[in-house]
């Protein structure tokens, strides 16, 4: 294992945290979109409780990310695929919208 990456339950809940917000979702929208109580999320995103790997499963299903990512903060190809999937159900004007804006992201953080 690569020691840079951090596996911790606390390192992993602010990344599911984090991709909730990002979706604008609550806990409890969360929640009943993974299929698990409110009280979970709450846990798993305070690093309070270890996420069995089915749960985990779900929670990245849900967050729409790959489980690598909330386990390591790595993108992996599985998420490179699912931001293809997003970008293919775009209009060719959004679609080069979206393509501006990553171009600017890379030239400023490039």
Do not use: H, W
Not at 84 to 90: A, Q, T, V, Y
Request: glycine residues 6%.
């Amino acid at each position: 294992m690569v020691a840079d990456i951090d596996l911790s339950a606390i390192e992993i809940g602010k990344r599911i945290a984090n991709c909730r917000k990002m979706l604008g979702l609550t806990q409890e929208e969360l929640a009943e979109k993974g299929d698990m109580t409110t009280q979970f999320v709450s846990y798993a995103e305070s690093g309070k409780r270890v996420i069995r790997s089915e749960n985990l499963l779900k929670l990245s299903k849900a967050l729409e990310v790959s489980a690598d990512y909330l386990l390591t903060g790595e993108i992996v190809d599985k998420d490179m695929f699912i931001m293809s999937e997003k970008l293919s159900k775009l209009t060719p004007e959004q679609f080069k919208f979206i393509e501006s804006i990553v171009d600017k992201c890379a030239e400023i953080f490039g």
